[in-house]
């Protein structure tokens, strides 16, 4: 069974930084892994996603040139290093895994397994 253990949420102030990573376990190959997040009382939006084989990046455009995503195969880890944090960017972030071939990476549905979340804060 595919598991994946997020880590690295907290709060921080406006500007500052803070780098989540996702470990995944139980399977080697996947298609996309992907960062989502939720804030109170909104849908769950997407942030960014990195193909696993072939390394290509996407990134929704409030986070464009902020965020970076990243993957470390000898890990099975993918992390998201988010540089000049907003106050708009507070919610809890999901790391997600897709596992079947498809050009597919935006929408949540798009996704088989998920993480438990980490929050992240950020003071003005």
């Known amino acids: 069974q595919v598991q994946l253990v997020e880590s690295g949420g907290g709060l921080v102030q406006a500007g500052g930084s803070l780098r989540l990573s996702c470990a995944a376990s139980?399977?080697?190959?996947?298609?996309?892994m992907g960062w989502f997040r939720q804030a109170p009382g909104k849908e769950r939006e997407f942030v960014s996603a990195?193909?696993?084989?072939?390394?290509?990046?996407y990134y929704a455009d409030s986070v464009k040139g902020r965020f970076t995503i990243s993957r470390d195969y000898a890990k099975n880890t993918v992390y998201l290093q988010m540089n000049s944090l907003k106050p708009e960017d507070t919610a809890v972030y999901y790391c997600?895994?897709?596992?079947?071939?498809?050009?597919?990476?935006?929408?949540?549905?798009?996704?088989?397994?998920w993480g438990q979340g980490t929050q992240v804060t950020v003071s003005s």
């Open positions: 997600a895994l897709q596992i079947s071939s498809s050009n597919s990476y935006y929408y949540p549905n798009h996704y088989d397994y």
């Open positions: 139980g399977r080697t190959f996947y298609n996309f």
């Open positions: 990195i193909r696993w084989s072939g390394g290509n990046t």
